[in-house]
């Protein structure tokens, strides 16, 4: 990238010195001739000083320019470099109530859930979906979580074909106490998701305390979500 500007600067200046030096009257030129002045003492003392003249404008424009567009990129290197960990991304939904919604579930379509239904216990909510191979990679960790800790997990099976969905459960096992069926896939558009698998963590009061792009496994149940929930006990 560095480069590339000074390729790109020097080639600008280098116009800017040439307009510069096609500007001059021919009669400057012919004027040093008739002095007697060689090539080199024509072009260094009569030609280039007006040249550079006439091209200080344009060239204090072009380092205007120059310094815009370098110090934008050097911005957006740095917000790049400066990310973090983009599975824990950032949320404008975190400290604040989850969406309302109201959504069939997967096994029992006749029936509806809401909001009200993730209210009075801390629990993670797990986007997935049978299309989704990493979600197939993280089954295992959620079926250990629902066996080895109190975490309710309630599942949004997300734009999916419900029969694949319910053989999918049968055959891996089910760490959900329900899953919500987001065929059209709305829930997922009010949390923001980018797609599958993501995780809500919810407190007591139905709030994002923490959200998660991709897998939770071993290291994120461990380091990133039980010291949140273990903060939920106490604060509860």
Not at 147 to 168: F, P, T
Request: proline fraction near 6%; charge should be neutral; aromatic fraction near 10%.
């Amino acid at each position: 990238v560095i480069i590339g500007f000074a390729l790109f600067f020097a080639a600008y200046q280098a116009e800017i010195i040439r307009a510069g030096i096609q500007s001059l009257p021919n009669g400057q030129e012919e004027a040093a001739k008739a002095l007697g002045l060689t090539y080199w003492q024509r072009t260094s003392r009569i030609i280039l000083p007006q040249a550079f003249r006439n091209a200080l404008p344009p060239t204090i424009n072009q380092f205007v320019i120059t310094f815009k567009e370098t110090s934008l990129i050097v911005i957006i290197g740095y917000a790049g470099f400066h990310l973090g960990d983009r599975q824990v991304l950032p949320s404008p939904l975190i400290g604040k109530p989850f969406p309302e919604f109201q959504a069939p579930l997967l096994k029992q379509p006749d029936q509806l859930r809401n909001r009200e239904a993730l209210l009075g216990r801390p629990v993670l909510v797990n986007v997935w979906a049978t299309w989704c191979p990493t979600c197939k990679a993280e089954h295992e960790m959620l079926m250990r979580i629902q066996q080895e800790s109190s975490l309710e997990i309630v599942g949004v099976n997300y734009k999916d074909d419900r029969a694949s969905a319910l053989r999918w459960l049968a055959r891996y096992g089910d760490p959900y106490s329900f899953n919500l069926y987001d065929v059209d896939g709305q829930i997922g558009i009010e949390l923001g998701v980018y797609g599958a698998p993501e995780s809500f963590l919810l407190n007591a009061q139905g709030e994002i305390v923490y959200k998660r792009v991709g897998e939770v496994n071993e290291r994120v149940w461990r380091e990133e979500i039980l010291p949140r929930l273990r903060l939920q006990e106490i604060d509860g």
